[in-house]
């Protein structure tokens, strides 16, 4: 089918099967390998998204489902001059990465909960991060991070 | 390998569905099921880009909210008339997965499912919810709990789709309440979960009452006995909510499965009744009929 979405801000159209994980298309048809899959049904949350600003899984989506939506990826999280978002220097300050699997899909919904919530509490940000699995840090430092970058985004403020 | 088709109105949904297609809603079941091999649809009908605002709308019709069977478990927990009228179902979807399945998934997919686990049956049971399921020959309505037959078995005509869930304002119920006891509070099944409405007296005493459970047989468990016993008791005599719970660990015959024995979900079962007593626990969520 003829698919026409919005890709981190960027309109495209592409020819695809229209069952053809939204997964699959992200990684190996377009080259964006940041958003990654270890479960592939729904568990973890590293394959975690964003479609018209909710968090999804791109592991359980096809690409029928993205038509004419908007999505963002952890590739399209950086500034212009390649600059890291703010929560992504959060979870490099606070030492929250260790082998990295589960981090794209951490920083997404901690980018999503700081736009609905600007300053979240702990039992906020635990909630935000029920989805997503981390088999590494434990998550203390991942809720330390998250709580930093709700420090830094609120610095910029006005 | 199926096709996907994504009809743009309910005429065309309704074709297809009669040619025997697989609605895809959310696919949080629908696409572990097919990567498990459970099933191997030929043809998917995409349910995102359709024009028909029934399916996907929350509406005030008086005496009842209808509630379209693709709209999402997020929009249901954010929407001001289920959050005024129905607290014990914002309850139980806020234990439905992760913010991520909660996203994608549909209150229509997850009765379709009819899992005995499925988080919104308990308190659809409770809330006496009935389904509108529509062909092309019309539409019909029937209550929830005749609807669903057994683990992953429904009432729904192989031309029918599940249309609307119509369920009735209780202004009669005081207090609202939903637990689940799981392995751990995010993306566990349940393995046992209790749906219940309570009506007071001026005094506080049980005037009314519906319990519903989930993860307790092959479909949602009801407990007419233990309703009964319940009724008169005070709010805050514990004594009333120990016989109450000897009553509900007799009255249940639950499964076994690698959750959990069916022993464990027996004294569970009693142990959820027992929480309804106020006094030192947490207020149960006040209804809308609530003074
Ligand atoms: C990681 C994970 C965790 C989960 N946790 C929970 C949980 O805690 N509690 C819980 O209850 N569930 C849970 N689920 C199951 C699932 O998310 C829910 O049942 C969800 O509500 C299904 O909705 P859906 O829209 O995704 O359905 P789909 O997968 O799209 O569809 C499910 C079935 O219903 C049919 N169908 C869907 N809509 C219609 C319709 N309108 N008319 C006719 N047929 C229809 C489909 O053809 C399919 O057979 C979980 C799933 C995953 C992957
Ligand atoms: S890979 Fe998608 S949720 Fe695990
Ligand atoms: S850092 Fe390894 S899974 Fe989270």
Redesign the pocket.
């Known amino acids: 089918m003829k698919l026409s979405f919005t890709l981190n801000h960027n309109a495209l159209t592409l020819e695809t099967e229209p069952d053809r994980r939204v997964i699959d298309l992200l990684r190996e048809d377009l080259g964006l390998t940041g958003t990654k899959e270890a479960c592939g049904e729904g568990e973890c949350g590293?394959c975690t998204i964003r479609v018209n600003k909710e968090l999804r899984l791109a592991c359980l989506m096809i690409a029928a489902q993205i038509e004419g939506c908007s999505i963002e990826t952890i590739e399209g999280l950086a500034g212009p001059d390649q600059a890291l978002h703010p929560v992504q220097e959060a979870f490099v300050q606070a030492g929250?990465?260790?082998?990295?699997?589960?981090?794209p899909g951490?920083v997404m919904a901690v980018t999503d909960l700081l736009e609905a919530i600007p300053d979240p509490d702990e039992t906020q940000i635990r909630k935000a991060l029920s989805g997503n699995?981390?088999?590494?840090?434990g998550y203390q430092k991942?809720m330390d991070a998250a709580q930093l970058a709700a420090k830094k985004e609120n610095k910029c403020l006005p | 390998m199926p096709a996907v088709i994504l009809p743009q109105t309910l005429d065309e949904l309704l074709d297809l569905k009669a040619q025997g297609h697989t609605i895809l809603a959310g696919g949080t079941d629908l696409f572990v099921h097919m990567r498990n091999k459970k099933i191997q649809p030929q043809t998917l009908v995409c349910l995102d880009q359709l024009k028909d605002k029934g399916l996907r709308e929350v509406a005030d019709t008086g005496d009842e909210i209808c509630i379209g069977a693709a709209v999402t478990h997020s929009r249901l927990i954010q929407n001001p008339l289920v959050q005024q009228h129905f607290p014990v179902l914002i309850q139980a979807l806020d234990t439905l997965g992760s913010p991520q399945i909660r996203n994608m998934g549909t209150l229509g997919g997850n009765i379709m499912t009819a899992s005995p686990a499925g988080d919104s049956l308990p308190p659809l049971y409770v809330l006496d919810a009935q389904v509108e399921l529509a062909g092309k020959n019309g539409s019909r309505r029937m209550s929830l709990s005749r609807f669903i037959t057994g683990p992953g078995a429904t009432g729904l005509n192989p031309e029918e789709i599940l249309y609307r869930i119509w369920i009735p304002k209780q202004p009669s119920y005081d207090l609202h309440h939903f637990e689940k006891v799981g392995h751990r509070k995010s993306l566990s099944i349940a393995i046992l979960s209790m749906a219940a409405l309570i009506g007071l007296t001026g005094d506080r005493k049980i005037r009314a009452v519906r319990l519903a459970w989930g993860s307790l047989g092959k479909t949602i468990a009801t407990s007419p006995e233990t309703e009964k016993r319940l009724m008169g008791t005070p709010m805050d005599d514990p004594a009333g909510f120990i016989l109450a719970a000897a009553r509900i660990r007799e009255e249940v015959s639950p499964i076994s499965d690698v959750r959990a024995g069916a022993d464990y979900r027996r004294q569970v079962a009693g142990n959820l009744v027992l929480r309804l007593c106020q006094g030192p626990l947490e207020p149960l969520k006040q209804g809308p009929g609530a003074v």
């Open positions: 590293a929250a990465v260790q082998c990295g699997f589960c981090t951490m699995l981390c088999r590494c840090t991942i």
